[in-house]
C-alpha cells in the first residue's frame, strides 16, 4: 500500500532522493539479472551518481526571484503584499544603519565605499553562506557582519514550498564632513 502511494503522487512531490534510490537499484537488479551488462555495471552506475546528485544540487539550488519573496518575520502578519515586502525591506535597512559598525582603522584611513554582500535566506528563513562580491577590504567583514545578524524570516517559496533565496545587498560606508 506505501509503495502505491509513492508511485500515485504527483512527480513534484516526489523527494529527488527517494526517486534517484529506487532508479538506481532497479538498474542494478537489472545488471545483475542480465550477465551481458557486466562491462556496462560501472558506467551504469557512474551515470545513477551523477544523476543522483544532479536531484541533491537542484532540490538546494538558491532561488533568485521566488514567487513570494522572504519577509522579515516581524513584517509577515501584513496582509497586502506591497505593504509587507515593504515592512521587511524597511526593517532590513533599519537594522543595517543600526547594528552596523564602521570600523575604525578604516575611519582613520578615511576608506569609505559600497561592500556588496551575497547571502542565502535558506528554507527555515535564516541567514546562510553570506559572501562578499566586491568592496573595500577593510570594510568587508562589517558588512558581512551585519548581514549574519539580520533577524528571522518568513522563508520564500516556489509552487507553495519553501526554497533557498539568493539576495544581493549593497552596503554604503560613508564617512561624515565633521
Known sequence: MVINNLWLCPADELNPLILAFVVGMLLLYIMRKIETLVRSRAALAAICCVLFSFGVQAQDAP??????????????????????????????????????????????????????????INKTGQVSETKVLKGPEELAKAAETVVRGLPGFTPGTQNGKPVNVELVLPIRFALSDD
Open 63 to 120: 532561488v533568485n526571484a521566488p514567487e513570494v519573496m522572504p519577509i522579515l518575520n516581524s513584517c509577515a502578519l501584513i496582509e497586502d503584499r506591497t505593504e509587507r515586502e515593504t515592512c521587511s525591506n524597511q526593517g532590513i535597512m533599519e537594522h543595517i544603519m543600526n547594528k552596523l559598525e564602521y570600523p575604525k582603522e578604516a575611519q582613520k584611513a578615511g576608506i569609505e565605499g559600497t561592500v556588496i554582500v551575497k547571502f542565502i
